[in-house]
């Protein structure tokens, strides 16, 4: 068994206990966190080829190519060679960066070579995938001071010290004019025109400049420069990087394998890409409290697609966590605190994650009922024999309808919560229950905790919505 395989193992025996225990959240943490320095050289080139493809959107031309090119390299005694280009066109830097960076971890702790290449030269042309209009172009001093600040922020994904540096200005800026002539007329234009974002722009009537047109073509000599096997991007960048793979046939060159990465959704749950702008993102250098908070604000549809962004965890572990999910015998709130201890931990350590998550339990977790004024009330006496999701609908006004309330309860949102001098104790109402009488499932719920209706006070919580039941 792989070093990979027996974490996996450790790992996933935690996962099927209570994830809702400070211990055992502590221990999986622990365990899944040592992965980021784990040595993946003894995984095969078949492995190592299906891991990377497991957090990729494509590998082209394809994953038996990727692992064929990891045997020959194998072979010949070294490792892959790969290249990552960014541009420092800012200095904040939030959780979306990162990505690729953990990407570039694996391949590097898989024993090959990374490249990180500054694109001094192509930063002061500003690349334009996604921009519906120029992007401002950067000066030496803007690109120093970027450049800077995402090392700092982007550290705690990736090892810097182990990779190379390059500028693209190395090459591209001595490019005669001649020998750029030469280049652009083996380039059909269709090609460079193809990209959607440029199709927009013509059509609604923006600018597109000739060296927004000739980015990918100032890309694709990077690669013939670097000579590099891999070239890895977002997905978004999909064009730039197969015009890499085009001008390294055409100078007769073993052309490039591609890997693009997803763009993350941001926190919204809006579907837009988590940006600045947007204001739907989570930065780098937001405290340890502010990273956990954030985390546990998402909507539960994004834990599976950020465990796989941004985590060690294995398809099979986070299918078993989505598995639980479905059965009932994990809460999401649970998943997400786990999820959201993972990022504060390789951030801030593993004493900062269980301290971020002992603050949000105290806070809001554990946070009285009784101390919350004007809370709407409902009396069991008179609404007990209507069903959780009528009274949630018509008598509350929680849901706009029975079946929406139904909808909630799906989702794992409706819930009994009852409050005695011990704390509280909450129970999930499962769909079928939101369809019987609410007096029935009160007694119901009471019973199986081994309560009764004078254990204390009982609420009724529809996501972020509360309610008191009197009269039981």
Same mark, same amino acid.
């Given at each position: 068994?792989?070093?990979?395989?027996?974490?996996?193992?450790?790992?996933?025996?935690?996962?099927?206990?209570?994830?809702?225990?400070?211990?055992?959240?502590?221990?999986?943490?622990?365990?899944?966190?040592?992965?980021?320095?784990?040595?993946?050289?003894?995984?095969?080139?078949?492995?190592?080829? #299906?891991?990377?493809?497991?957090?990729?959107?494509?590998?082209?031309?394809?994953?038996?190519?990727?692992?064929?090119?990891?045997?020959?390299?194998?072979?010949?005694?070294?490792?892959?060679?790969?290249?990552?280009?960014?541009?420092?066109?800012?200095?904040?830097?939030?959780?979306?960066?990162?990505?690729?960076?953990?990407?570039?971890?694996?391949?590097?702790?898989?024993?090959?070579?990374?490249?990180?290449?500054?694109?001094?030269? %192509?930063?002061?042309?500003?690349?334009?995938?996604?921009?519906?209009?120029?992007?401002?172009?950067?000066?030496?001093?803007?690109?120093?001071?970027?450049?800077?600040?995402?090392?700092?922020?982007?550290? *705690?994904?990736?090892?810097?010290?182990?990779?190379?540096?390059?500028?693209?200005?190395?090459? $591209?800026?001595?490019?005669?004019?001649?020998?750029?002539?030469?280049?652009?007329?083996?380039?059909?234009?269709?090609?460079?025109?193809?990209?959607?974002?440029?199709?927009?722009?013509?059509? #609604?009537?923006?600018?597109?400049?000739?060296?927004?047109?000739?980015?990918?073509?100032?890309?694709?000599?990077?690669?013939?420069?670097?000579?590099?096997?891999?070239?890895?991007?977002?997905?978004?960048?999909?064009?730039?990087?197969?015009?890499?793979?085009?001008?390294?046939?055409?100078?007769?060159?073993?052309?490039?394998?591609?890997?693009?990465? *997803?763009?993350?959704?941001?926190?919204?749950?809006?579907?837009?890409?988590?940006?600045?702008?947007?204001?739907?993102?989570?930065?780098?250098?937001?405290?340890?409290?502010?990273?956990?908070?954030?985390?546990?604000?998402?909507?539960?549809?994004?834990?599976?697609?950020?465990?796989?962004?941004?985590?060690?965890?294995?398809?099979?572990?986070?299918?078993?966590?989505?598995?639980?999910?479905?059965?009932?015998?994990?809460?999401?709130?649970?998943?997400?605190?786990?999820?959201?201890?993972?990022?504060?931990?390789?951030?801030?350590?593993?004493?900062?994650?269980?301290?971020?998550?002992?603050?949000?339990?105290?806070?809001?977790?554990?946070?009285?009922?009784?101390?919350?004024?004007?809370?709407?009330?409902?009396?069991? +006496?008179?609404?007990?024999?209507?069903?959780?999701?009528?009274?949630?609908?018509?008598?509350?006004?929680?849901?706009?309808?029975?079946?929406? +309330?139904?909808?909630?309860?799906?989702?794992?949102?409706?819930? $009994?919560?009852?409050?005695?001098?011990?704390?509280?104790?909450?129970?999930?109402? %499962?769909?079928?229950?939101?369809?019987?009488?609410?007096?029935?499932?009160? +007694?119901?719920?009471?019973?199986?905790?081994?309560?009764?209706?004078?254990?204390?006070?009982?609420?009724?919580?529809?996501?972020?919505?509360?309610?008191?039941?009197?009269?039981?």
């Amino acid at each position: 068994m792989t070093r990979l395989g027996e974490s996996v193992a450790r790992a996933s025996a935690l996962l099927t206990a209570d994830l809702s225990s400070d211990q055992t959240v502590e221990k999986l943490l622990e365990e899944t966190g040592s992965r980021r320095y784990l040595d993946l050289t003894d995984l095969s080139a078949k492995e190592q080829a #299906e891991l990377i493809a497991a957090r990729a959107v494509e590998v082209l031309p394809g994953v038996d190519q990727l692992a064929e090119r990891i045997e020959e390299r194998r072979t010949a005694g070294r490792g892959l060679s790969l290249k990552l280009g960014i541009d420092p066109t800012a200095t904040d830097v939030h959780l979306g960066h990162a990505v690729p960076m953990i990407a570039l971890s694996r391949f590097q702790r898989m024993g090959h070579d990374v490249t990180l290449l500054i694109g001094d030269f %192509t930063a002061k042309i500003g690349d334009p995938t996604g921009r519906t209009a120029e992007r401002p172009p950067l000066t030496d001093d803007d690109i120093a001071r970027n450049l800077a600040g995402y090392r700092d922020q982007v550290r *705690p994904f990736f090892d810097f010290e182990k990779v190379s540096f390059r500028q693209n200005s190395e090459w $591209l800026a001595p490019y005669t004019f001649p020998e750029l002539l030469g280049l652009l007329a083996q380039v059909p234009a269709s090609q460079l025109l193809q990209r959607d974002d440029f199709r927009n722009r013509l059509a #609604e009537g923006s600018g597109l400049t000739m060296s927004e047109l000739l980015y990918p073509i100032a890309q694709g000599l990077d690669s013939v420069a670097l000579e590099c096997d891999i070239e890895l991007g977002g997905a978004d960048q999909l064009l730039n990087l197969q015009m890499g793979r085009k001008l390294m046939e055409l100078r007769g060159q073993q052309p490039q394998l591609v890997v693009t990465m *997803p763009l993350i959704e941001g926190t919204d749950g809006t579907g837009a890409k988590m940006s600045k702008s947007k204001g739907n993102y989570i930065a780098l250098s937001a405290t340890a409290e502010d990273v956990f908070g954030k985390i546990m604000s998402i909507p539960d549809r994004l834990m599976a697609p950020y465990l796989r962004a941004w985590t060690e965890w294995t398809d099979g572990e986070i299918d078993l966590v989505k598995g639980r999910l479905e059965d009932r015998s994990l809460h999401p709130m649970d998943l997400k605190k786990v999820l959201a201890g993972e990022m504060v931990a390789v951030l801030y350590g593993l004493p900062a994650a269980m301290s971020a998550r002992a603050g949000f339990v105290a806070q809001f977790s554990k946070k009285s009922f009784t101390d919350v004024e004007a809370l709407p009330e409902v009396d069991a +006496a008179e609404h007990g024999a209507e069903s959780v999701a009528t009274v949630l609908s018509k008598v509350l006004q929680f849901q706009p309808s029975a079946s929406a +309330a139904r909808r909630v309860a799906k989702q794992n949102g409706l819930r $009994l919560v009852v409050e005695t001098e011990g704390g509280q104790e909450s129970a999930v109402l %499962t769909e079928a229950q939101a369809v019987r009488p609410l007096a029935e499932v009160v +007694a119901e719920v009471l019973a199986g905790a081994g309560l009764t209706a004078d254990s204390g006070s009982v609420y009724l919580k529809a996501g972020r919505k509360i309610a008191r039941l009197r009269g039981l």
